[in-house]
């Protein structure tokens, strides 16, 4: 059992900062690529950054050059720091781990619960 637990949302101007956090636990063998998605009601949730193990990263348009991915290999532990903050940020932000449970087994994806981020104008 894997679980993944968010953290750092709120509620922040624009123009402001945010961090998120997520710390993955359980019966963990390595973690591939993590991420960070974002879902606003009505939508389909969308990739926002990704980082593989070596820190390969990748980001969405609307965030490059405002959002930071990275990660901690140690903790389990995946971030996402946000500059710049615009209203039309807002919405709830998922973390997304491909985790390795066993040598013999290929990778499978876990969610977080979800953690909100609202931008005042």
């Known amino acids: 059992q894997v679980q993944l637990v968010e953290s750092g949302g709120g509620l922040v101007q624009a123009g402001g900062s945010l961090r998120l956090s997520c710390a993955a636990s359980?019966?963990?063998?390595?973690?591939?690529?993590m991420g960070w998605y974002r879902q606003t009601p009505g939508k389909q949730r969308e990739l926002v950054a990704t980082i593989t193990r070596d820190g390969s990263t990748n980001y969405d348009d609307s965030v490059k050059g405002r959002f930071t991915i990275s990660r901690d290999n140690a903790k389990n532990t995946v971030y996402l720091q946000m500059n710049r903050l615009k209203p039309e940020d807002t919405s709830v932000y998922y973390c997304?781990?491909?985790?390795?449970?066993?040598?013999?087994?290929?990778?499978?994806?876990?969610w977080g619960q979800g953690t909100q981020v609202t931008v005042s104008s």
């Open positions: 359980g019966s963990i063998l390595i973690i591939n690529a």
């Open positions: 997304n781990d491909a985790v390795q449970l066993r040598i013999s087994r290929p990778s499978e994806t876990y």
